[in-house]
């Protein structure tokens, strides 16, 4: 069988795809720095869906571990890249760490760019493939008090909808798109300083939404569906103080 890739896949939104694609029959690869998370994931995952489960551990916002990453994954016969890892920052501008913003930007912007670059030239030779990168609702919107992230994600559904057209145009045949959650109850919280209050769906429902959608931009959830279109609606001075609001609530005390 086929194999499919799962960056942050043992935990969070990245095991609910890790669980799904499992079930469908596809063998796996897990990638995150958590050996502890990885190894449970694997050991669950084998005993529940019988399927195989390689696992590599290590930091995907260093692109020497990237490279190693990219060429221990070569020989599989990948089908499926889930480019999911990534986190968020909950505060102010001039108070977030720099550092903690640059390493945001190195694994939610760069290492995306980078899978996706390479696993599309993959796909492409291949005939068939599909990628979904893990954005967020936050990508349509500046948002104050989580500005990093927010303008991370931004990017993520920009080069989506670009490198998307651009598959369709060329008769790729490699399917490229986005998912765009509103909270979802996962660790994200604890990495992003933010009040795990806020965060209360179960990412399963997004995972099977994703999969089983045909659109480039994936926005799962009626709630979700509305807030896209008021932030088409409403004019980008109105959202974006209703971001900053929200943000400000959220930040953890
Ligand atoms: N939760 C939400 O409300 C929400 C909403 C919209 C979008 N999203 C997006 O959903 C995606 C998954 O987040 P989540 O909610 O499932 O949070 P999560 O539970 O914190 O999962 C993040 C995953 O990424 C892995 N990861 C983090 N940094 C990494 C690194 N440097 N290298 C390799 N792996 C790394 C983590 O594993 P290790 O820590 O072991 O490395 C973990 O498995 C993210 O892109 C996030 O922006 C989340």
């Known amino acids: 069988m086929s194999y499919a890739i799962i960056t942050g896949g043992a935990t969070g939104l990245g095991r609910s795809f890790s669980n799904l694609l499992a079930d469908q029959g596809y063998d796996l690869v897990l990638v995150s720095r958590s050996l502890e998370h990885l190894a449970a994931a694997q050991k669950e995952i084998q005993a529940k869906y019988k399927v195989k489960v390689q696992i590599y551990v290590g930091d995907l916002s260093n692109r020497v571990f990237l490279h190693k990453f990219i060429e221990f ?14 986190f968020g920052h909950n505060d102010a501008f001039s108070l977030s760490p720099l550092d903690k913003e640059l390493n945001m930007i190195d694994l939610n912007i760069k290492a995306l760019h980078e899978l996706l670059k390479h696993f599309y030239q993959v ?131």
Request: positive net charge; aromatic residues 10%.
């Open 123 to 253: 796909f492409k030779i291949n005939g068939k493939g599909r990628i979904i990168n893990v954005s967020s609702l936050a990508g349509f919107v500046p948002g104050p008090y989580a500005s990093t992230y927010y303008a991370t994600k931004a990017y993520v559904n920009s080069l989506t909808r670009a490198v998307a057209y651009e598959a369709k145009k060329e008769d790729s045949n490699v399917i490229i798109q986005a998912l765009c959650p509103g909270p979802l109850k996962t660790d994200f919280f604890k990495n992003a300083g933010t009040n795990p209050m806020h965060y209360k769906k179960h990412p399963d429902a997004a995972a099977r939404l994703a999969l089983d959608s045909k659109k480039v931009i994936i926005i799962p959830g009626f709630k979700e569906k509305l807030a896209h279109l008021l932030l088409k609606v409403f004019p980008t001075a109105l959202s974006l103080r209703f971001a900053g609001m929200g943000q400000k609530r959220k930040r953890a005390k």
């Open 73 to 86: 994954v070569t020989p599989y016969d990948v089908e499926i890249l889930i480019n999911n890892a990534g």
